[in-house]
């Protein structure tokens, strides 16, 4: 199983500024993926990003506005650009390669409030 | 339009007793389930799938059942234990494609 970290654990932001959140593996994976979670809401899909190539970004969601790196096979990092409140939310990452088929391991989130 | 429905946001259940989630999804294409456990402060964790090609799948205290029929699935939790309480999401995949879709998840409550 792969132990995945993620800071920061929670921030509270400014409308307009940007926050970017980090997220390392403890073992090199190909495929990491960011997810959000508004409040009541479901886990969403924001992109799958691979390392050495774009991110691949989900209906709804856009590079200019959730920018993504992957500079190596253990560590990506999301940031949410030009926040609004609408950007409140809990940010996760998580990675693929268990057991199981489709099993993914998460990272414990990112809580962001923005103001 | 949610492709994977969790209708119950919440259950209680009385410690030894039976909970039961329910999922519904509307894509026949999905053809693997997972359910996830929630903790507070904590990422999701997996606690069992199915594949389409099974109606039942047991892991210990966990038992999922898929009905493709009636596009829906259930997670049994016998007998329920206080540290069961969490939040459980159900996730669905067409094979071949990665990406899961999550439903909106159930908190249950267990009871001592």
């Known amino acids: 199983s792969a132990v995945i970290s993620q800071k920061p654990s929670r921030d509270i932001c400014q409308r307009g500024t940007s926050l970017t959140i980090q997220c390392q593996v403890d073992?090199?994976?190909?495929?990491m993926f960011w997810y959000r979670q508004q409040p009541g809401q479901s886990l969403t899909l924001i992109a799958t990003?691979?390392?050495?190539?774009?991110?691949?970004?989900e209906s709804g969601f856009v590079i200019d506005k959730f920018p993504i790196s992957r500079p190596n096979l253990t560590f990506s990092t999301l940031t949410v650009s030009n926040m609004s409140p609408e950007d409140s939310s809990i940010y996760l990452c998580?990675?693929?390669?268990?057991?199981?088929?489709?099993?993914?391991?998460f990272g414990p989130g990112t809580r962001l409030t923005v103001l | 339009d949610q492709q994977v429905k969790q209708n119950s946001p919440s259950l209680s259940v009385q410690e030894g007793r039976i909970s039961i989630l329910n999922c519904d999804y509307t894509?026949?294409?999905?053809?693997?389930f997972l359910w996830y456990k929630k903790y507070p402060a904590e990422g999701p964790t997996f606690l069992i799938s199915?594949?389409?090609?099974?109606d039942k799948n047991e892991d210990g205290r966990f038992t999922v059942f898929l009905n493709k029929s009636a596009k829906h699935l259930s997670l049994h939790i016998v007998p329920s234990q206080p540290g069961d309480s969490a939040v459980y999401f159900c996730?669905?995949?067409?094979?071949?494609?990665?990406?899961?879709?999550f439903g909106k998840g159930t908190r249950l409550s267990v009871i001592a």
């Open positions: 998580s990675v693929d390669g268990g057991l199981v088929l489709f099993e993914q391991f």
């Open positions: 073992s090199q994976v190909t495929m």
């Open positions: 990003a691979n390392q050495g190539s774009e991110a691949t970004y």
């Open positions: 894509n026949s294409m999905f053809d693997y």
């Open positions: 199915i594949s389409s090609i099974k």
């Open positions: 996730a669905a995949s067409v094979a071949g494609n990665t990406p899961l879709v």
